[in-house]
């Protein structure tokens, strides 16, 4: 038996009313845009699980721990530790990491982007976007490169303990070193739950520590709002990638081995830091795919084939698309729904496809890690549908992969079941 895990990142969300009122699930089911993810539905298990536990951040990082079996009351840090686990970055004791997003902020307070740069007061630009338009990853290296080598923030960087580590997209690591109870009672702001937010109102603080960071994302934006790169990417008409944003901070952790909980050896598919980190930490293989870039144009077909390769010398692989969650943060509703349309034809169809060649029997567990609303371009982290599909069983239902066909079936209080769930023969054979 081959068992494979589908998260969809933040596929679920609230009624919409650009969708009459359905949310994109819904909308997609009811035009026929999703037909093999209903298929998983209507001839499998499906219900709702809560994978954000309440008091921490509705987010991936909590959620997909509890998908892989890690609670995260008992295990979670911060999401930025878990992302330098990715790149095998080691975190000594009483050093701090941190997320560092490239991002966009306004040149005024009416929330524009003008040709050329402006002098207005920092704190009132507003924060226009968490990844800067989605910059290229070569751009962003060459921006948070040449930013922490500036001589000027290079001296500011060096006496807060900071240094950074570049990443092939908008998301860096960064981690400041020597801060005695530097992330102590610490409020920093994930900049995909704040679009068009005041700068000022959204920068680091509760502790002296937030002021050294504050100082710090300022520095930057005087760096690289004139960088050549971002005056180009002005001429170009696109977002200049003209600050650093510090959040998710955390410090090491551990996390339990996936092997010894389930007995079963495997590989995670991603094109986000998260996952192979959390991949890395639990002793599954991260697997790296060529084109992989966590947007809507990224190589779902490359994704299945490396899921499909990874299946044939282990019994479980998990394939992670991150295009829903991203297309929400930037406001993109159509982009949402093509990203289903995406994940259901260029992965779950192909998938099957696939599997049906091998002649293995198989399980598919899918799910939306947490929801991502269009209506406020957050997270949330109410329970979201799940569906557990069983290749041996044909009975069909009409049930669908909506939130509304979920909320008929059984409430998982606590994502760290559903993995057990996935490898019980006889909570699937109940169906």
Not at 165 to 184: E, L, M, T, W, Y
Request: hydrophobic fraction near 35%; glycine fraction near 10%; proline fraction near 6%.
């Amino acid at each position: 038996m081959k068992y494979i895990l589908i998260i969809g990142d933040g596929m679920a969300d609230n009624p919409v009313p650009e969708l009459g009122e359905l949310t994109p699930l819904e909308y997609l089911s009811e035009k026929g845009e999703k037909p093999a993810i209903d298929l998983l539905a209507s001839r499998g298990i499906l219900g709702r699980v809560k994978n954000c536990p309440d008091g921490l951040p509705a987010g991936s990082d909590t959620a997909i721990m509890s998908i892989f079996g890690c609670d995260p009351n008992e295990c979670y840090t911060g999401r930025a530790p878990l992302e330098a686990a990715a790149t095998g970055i080691k975190l000594n004791a009483g050093d701090i990491a941190y997320r560092c997003n490239m991002v966009t902020i306004s040149d005024n307070d009416a929330g524009e982007i003008l040709p050329e740069p402006t002098d207005f007061a920092f704190e009132r630009r507003r924060m226009l976007s968490h990844s800067a338009g989605s910059i290229d990853g070569g751009l962003s290296e060459r921006l948070v490169s040449d930013l922490f080598s500036d001589p000027e923030f290079k001296k500011l960087a060096q006496e807060a303990g900071m240094a950074v580590n570049p990443a092939q997209s908008f998301r860096h690591i960064a981690v400041q070193s020597g801060v005695k109870d530097g992330a102590k009672n610490i409020v920093l702001n994930p900049p995909h739950n704040f679009p068009g937010s005041p700068v000022g109102e959204i920068l680091p603080s509760g502790n002296a520590n937030a002021k050294t960071l504050a100082e710090l994302q300022r520095a930057a934006y005087l760096f690289l709002d004139r960088h050549p790169i971002n005056l180009e990417l002005r001429r170009a008409g696109k977002y200049p990638a003209n600050c650093v944003w510090f959040w998710a901070e955390g410090t090491a952790v551990e996390l339990p081995s996936f092997t010894k909980q389930y007995g079963k050896t495997g590989g995670v598919v991603s094109a986000v830091p998260l996952c192979h980190g959390i991949a890395n930490l639990i002793g599954l293989e991260p697997i790296f795919v060529d084109g992989a870039t966590g947007e809507l144009d990224t190589n779902y077909e490359g994704k299945v084939d490396a899921a499909i390769s990874a299946l044939r010398d282990h019994p479980f692989a998990a394939i992670h698309v991150e295009a829903p969650d991203e297309c929400t943060h930037n406001g993109d509703l159509p982009g949402k729904l093509e990203a289903i349309r995406r994940l259901d034809g260029l992965v779950v169809r192909d998938l099957l496809e696939k599997l049906g060649t091998t002649g293995w029997d198989f399980r598919i567990l899918i799910l939306s890690d947490h929801k991502t609303l269009t209506s406020t371009r957050g997270h949330d982290g109410t329970p979201v549908p799940y569906a557990i599909y069983d290749s041996r069983f044909t009975e069909k239902s009409t049930k669908k992969y909506t939130e509304t066909s979920a909320d008929g079936g059984e409430l998982i209080p606590e994502g760290t079941r559903l993995m057990s769930l996935l490898f019980d023969d006889e909570f699937v054979s109940a169906k």
